[in-house]
């Protein structure tokens, strides 16, 4: 049974950091792409950043650039977000995503809020 189980996410104030993890299991981690995205009510879920299933290509959003830095462990089939410098626009459910060719797989999220 696939299984991508996020924790990290709570209340912090702006300026503050967080370390998202997602943690994976039921399926091969070392050959998926793996991915965070995010969502708040109303919106479309938006891609903050990837990285490829060697941990050698990542890619990040606009909006999220240089404050947050993405990272894999194959060996503990883990994929961790850390988030600096954090705004209130960053608010929202942080979801993460497992991708290899036409398959994908979700967590079912972790809030972040942002706020003083």
């Known amino acids: 049974q696939v299984q991508l189980v996020e924790s990290g996410g709570g209340l912090v104030q702006p300026g503050g950091s967080l370390r998202l993890s997602c943690a994976a299991s039921?399926?091969?981690?070392?050959?998926?792409?793996m991915s965070w995205y995010r969502q708040t009510p109303g919106k479309e879920r938006e891609l903050v950043a990837s990285?490829?299933?060697?941990?050698?290509?990542?890619n990040y959003s606009d909006s999220m650039k240089g404050r947050c830095t993405i990272s894999r462990d194959n060996d503990k089939k883990t994929v961790s977000l850390q988030m600096n410098n954090l705004k209130p626009e960053d608010t929202a459910m942080y979801y993460c995503?497992?991708?290899?060719?036409?398959?994908?797989?979700w967590g079912q999220g972790t809030q972040v809020t942002v706020s003083s």
């Open positions: 039921g399926f091969t981690f070392s050959t998926y792409a």
């Open positions: 995503k497992a991708t290899k060719t036409w398959q994908a797989y």
């Open positions: 990285i490829g299933s060697a941990g050698r290509s990542v």
